[in-house]
């Protein structure tokens, strides 16, 4: 007689299931709307089992933002190769962000709408991650500009907000994309490049805008 194989699933295989589940449902739901037992159900497991996994409706929260998070900058790093030039690095790293946001809509809503609106520490979650992809659009421009101008003390705060807008500008544009019918990942993409980069290209080759003269201006 052959031996009997069991048929009980691995708990990082089930957790990762009813993070699936959660992040579902949160996503379209919201968090305050959520309920564990919807939870529990869609991922096809009893209530205390969520509970005995992942401890409190706050802490699955939680695991669902860090797990959409690392997901998400992963991708972006992913996508980008070292040794290319700073547009073309930018342009993948771009691509990646939005057929990431494009591709899991829930997981975006649970990082850019849910997780803000709900107060510490889950906004935390979201400050971390966003920080992480600042530094990383900043150690690009950075580079990029400072061989462009040949100069190794190009500001790091100048860099810095620059990346600052970049971000927020992706952030923005991604939730637009996702509401609207037909607009796909590369476009998005292709859109944030066409309005940032005439202006980073300009900046890189030692063209920036300037400010009209204060004695010049009205005041308001």
């Not at 005995?52 to 900058?73: G, M, P, Q, V």
């Not at 992963?74 to 691509?95: I, K, M, T």
């Not at 649970?110 to 107060?119: I, P, S």
């Not at 510490?120 to 966003?130: G, S």
Request: aromatic fraction near 6%; hydrophobic fraction near 45%.
């Amino acid at each position: 007689m052959g031996a009997v194989k069991s048929k009980r699933m691995p708990r990082a295989v089930r957790e990762q299931q009813m993070l699936d589940a959660a992040v579902r449902t949160f996503g379209q739901r919201g968090y305050m709307a959520a309920s564990m037992d919807e939870i529990a159900e869609l991922a096809g497991v009893s209530k205390p089992l969520v509970y005995l996994y992942l401890n409190s409706k706050e802490d699955l929260f939680t695991a669902c933002i860090r797990r959409e998070a690392r997901a998400l900058t992963e991708a972006v790093r992913a996508a980008v190769g070292s040794g290319l030039p700073a547009d073309r690095q930018l342009w993948d790293g771009l691509r990646a962000f939005f057929g990431h946001t494009a591709q899991n809509p829930d997981g975006w809503s649970v990082l850019h709408l849910q997780a803000r609106t709900h107060g510490e520490p889950f906004a935390a979650e979201v400050t971390a991650m966003r920080a992480e992809l600042v530094a990383f659009v900043t150690r690009l421009i950075a580079v990029a500009a400072r061989s462009a101008h040949r100069d190794p003390d190009l500001p790091e705060r100048e860099v810095a907000g620059l990346a600052e807008s970049l971000v927020g500008a992706a952030e923005s544009l991604a939730d637009w994309a996702n509401a609207t019918d037909g607009v796909t990942a590369r476009q998005a993409a292709e859109t944030l490049m066409n309005f940032a980069w005439a202006g980073l290209g300009n900046l890189m080759e030692g063209r920036p805008w300037s400010p009209p003269d204060p004695a010049h201006e009205t005041s308001g």
